[in-house]
C-alpha cells in the first residue's frame, strides 16, 4: 500500500471520524441556551484536519463527521416529539435524531467538500471554506422548504449587544463572523497571527457598535404606544391537549387566566391550536368561550386548525371579537415536513403512524391582522419565525409580529430555549417588537431591539401583560435583505483570490 493512501486512510479512519464528531458536538455548546462561546474553537480540530486533507471525499467526511455531532448534539431534542403522544415509540427516538443530523450534515459536508477545490495555499483555503460554509448555512433556509435551526450566527445572541448587528447583514452575515471566530486557532497554529488577532476582535468590535445602537435608542417601555396586550401561557400537558374529554377543563384555564386581575388589556393572545377543535364544528363552544375571556370590547387571537375550501386542513390563527365574529383570519405559510404533513407520503406509508393520516396544507396568501390602537400584525405560526428575510412582505411592513407556537413537543429542553433566540433574532433584524406566545413556554415579548419587555419560563401556566412598543424605521436588513451577507461573500471570495495569488503569504 502506497504512503498516500496509507494517510488517506488514517485521517478518515472510523476512530478518527469519531473524534471529527465529538469536536462538532462540543462546539454546538456555543449555542443557545448554554452559549459557552469558546466552544465554537473546538472546530479547529476538524478545520486541521480539513487543511490536510487530500481529497474532497476525505474533507467531505470530516465535516459530515463534524455537522452530525454539532446537530446531533444541539437538535437532539426533536426526537421527543415522537414519544409525547405515543410512548411505544420510543426505541425510534434515537434513530430520528441521528436521521435528522445526518440530513443537515449533508450542507456541512457539501461545503467542505466544494471549497476544497479552491485556494492553493492553506490560509487562501480557509478563506474559500468560509465562503462556502456560509452558502450552506444560507440554503439550509429553503432547500427542501428549509430548516435554518441553530446557525453558527445564533451564538451572537449571548448578549444584546452582539445582536444588533443583525440588523445590518442579518442571521446570515453573522454566521460569517462566526466562523472567523472559530478560525481564531488555525490562524494562530499556522502562523498567521495577526489574522488570528483580528477576527478575535471582530465579535467585539461588533458588540461595541450595539452597545451604541441601544445607547442611542430609546427606552422600551417609556417609548410604548400606551396599548397593552395579554400574553397567555395556559401550560397543558401535550398528552393532554386533544383528549375530548379535557377540552372544556382545557377551555376553562384559558378563560380564567385571560380574565385575571381587576384590568384586562384590549387584546389576549393564545398560543397555537389553542383552541383544540374546529371552529366549524365548535361555533357554539368557541363563542361563549371568547365572550367569557374577554371584556364588552376586547378581542382574543387564538390558535386553530380549520377547515379551508375543499375540506382542506389549515393550521390557523383567528382575530374573533367579544360577540363571536371574527375580525381576520391568517393560515400558516411555511408547514413542517414531517411534522404537520408528510413528503412523499405514497412511498413513505410506514410513517403514517407518526406523522397521522391526514396533511395540513399551507395558507397561500399573507394577511396583516389590523386592529385600532396597535396597528397591522404580522402573525408567524410556530417556526415561520426562523426564517430570517422571511417573516415579513416588504410590500405592507407590520406594526408588530405575534409568533404563536406550541413548544410542549420538545419537553424541557433547549428546543424552546432556541426557539425564543430565534424569535428575538427576527425583532432585532426587521426593527419591529414581536410578541411571541407559547402553550409551555416560553412566552415572551421583544422591542425593536430585542430588549426582552417580559418573559415567562417553560412548564409555567399565568400571563404577560406588556405595552406594545413602537416599529423602528425599517433597519438596513429590512430594507435590503440578504444583500449584506452576499456581499460578506463576495468580499472573502475576492479576499481569498488574492491571498492565493499573493506571495507574501507564507505557506
Avoid at 429553503?142 to 445590518?168: E, I, M, R, Y
Avoid at 405560526?381 to 409580529?401: K, L, S
Wanted: hydrophobic share 50%.
Amino acid at each position: 500500500m502506497s504512503k498516500p493512501a496509507l494517510a488517506n486512510r488514517t485521517k478518515t479512519s472510523p476512530l478518527m471520524l469519531f473524534w471529527h464528531l465529538l469536536a462538532g458536538a462540543f462546539a454546538s455548546l456555543s449555542l443557545p441556551p448554554l452559549f459557552l462561546l469558546p466552544a465554537i474553537f473546538a472546530l479547529s480540530i476538524p478545520l486541521l484536519a480539513y487543511l490536510k486533507a487530500e481529497s474532497r471525499m476525505q474533507a467531505s467526511l470530516i465535516f459530515g463527521a463534524a455537522g452530525t455531532g454539532w446537530f446531533l448534539a444541539s437538535i437532539y431534542w426533536v426526537s421527543h416529539s415522537l414519544i409525547v403522544e405515543s410512548p411505544s415509540l420510543w426505541v425510534l427516538a434515537p434513530f430520528m435524531a441521528l436521521a435528522l443530523a445526518l440530513i443537515l450534515a449533508v450542507f456541512w459536508a457539501t461545503a467542505a467538500m466544494v471549497s476544497w477545490s479552491f485556494g492553493r495555499r492553506p490560509v487562501a483555503r480557509l478563506f474559500w471554506f468560509v465562503a462556502f460554509f456560509s452558502l450552506g448555512e444560507w440554503a439550509r433556509g429553503f432547500v427542501a422548504t428549509g430548516f435554518p435551526w441553530n446557525l453558527t450566527g445564533s451564538l451572537f445572541a449571548v448578549d444584546l449587544a452582539s445582536l444588533q448587528s443583525a440588523s445590518v447583514i442579518g442571521a446570515y452575515g453573522l454566521c460569517v463572523i462566526a466562523l472567523f471566530f472559530a478560525l481564531v486557532p488555525v490562524f494562530w497554529v499556522l502562523g498567521h497571527r495577526r489574522f488570528a488577532a483580528i477576527f478575535l476582535m471582530l465579535p467585539l468590535m461588533l458588540a461595541a457598535f450595539g452597545a451604541m445602537r441601544l445607547a442611542n435608542s430609546s427606552d422600551a417601555h417609556s417609548a410604548s404606544s400606551g396599548s397593552m396586550i395579554r400574553l397567555v401561557q395556559p401550560a397543558i400537558p401535550q398528552a393532554d391537549k386533544w383528549d375530548r374529554s379535557k377540552r372544556q377543563r382545557h377551555l376553562d384555564r384559558l378563560v380564567s387566566l385571560s380574565r385575571q386581575g381587576d384590568v384586562v388589556p384590549k387584546l389576549v393572545i393564545w398560543p397555537e391550536t389553542a383552541f383544540a377543535g374546529f371552529a366549524s364544528r365548535n361555533q357554539a363552544l368557541l363563542n361563549t368561550t371568547i365572550r367569557n375571556a374577554t371584556q364588552n370590547d376586547g378581542l382574543v387571537i387564538t390558535g386553530i386548525p380549520r377547515f379551508g375550501g375543499g375540506r382542506t386542513l389549515l393550521n390557523s390563527a383567528i382575530m374573533i371579537d367579544h360577540d363571536g365574529a371574527i375580525e381576520a383570519v391568517y393560515d400558516k405559510r411555511h408547514l413542517v415536513p414531517f411534522g404537520e404533513y408528510m413528503p412523499f407520503r405514497k412511498w413513505l406509508p410506514f410513517l403514517e403512524p407518526i406523522v397521522g393520516p391526514i396533511d395540513f396544507v399551507p395558507g397561500e396568501n399573507n394577511r396583516l391582522m389590523r386592529l385600532d390602537g396597535y396597528g397591522s400584525i404580522q402573525m408567524l405560526i410556530c417556526y415561520e419565525v426562523i426564517f430570517a428575510g422571511a417573516v415579513i412582505g416588504q410590500e405592507m411592513r407590520p406594526d408588530m409580529m405575534i409568533n404563536i407556537t406550541n413548544d410542549a413537543w420538545f419537553g424541557q429542553s433547549a428546543g424552546p430555549w432556541q426557539h425564543l433566540v430565534q424569535a428575538q433574532m427576527r425583532a432585532v433584524e426587521e426593527g419591529l417588537p414581536l410578541m411571541r406566545v407559547a402553550n409551555t413556554g416560553i412566552t415572551a415579548g421583544f422591542d425593536s431591539y430585542g430588549r426582552i419587555l417580559g418573559q415567562m419560563g417553560l412548564g409555567r401556566q399565568g400571563v404577560l401583560d406588556l405595552p406594545v412598543p413602537p416599529a423602528l424605521a425599517p433597519t438596513l436588513f429590512a430594507r435590503f435583505g440578504n444583500l449584506g451577507f452576499f456581499a460578506l461573500i463576495f468580499l472573502i471570495i475576492g479576499s481569498a483570490a488574492c491571498l492565493d495569488l499573493s506571495r507574501s503569504i507564507r505557506q
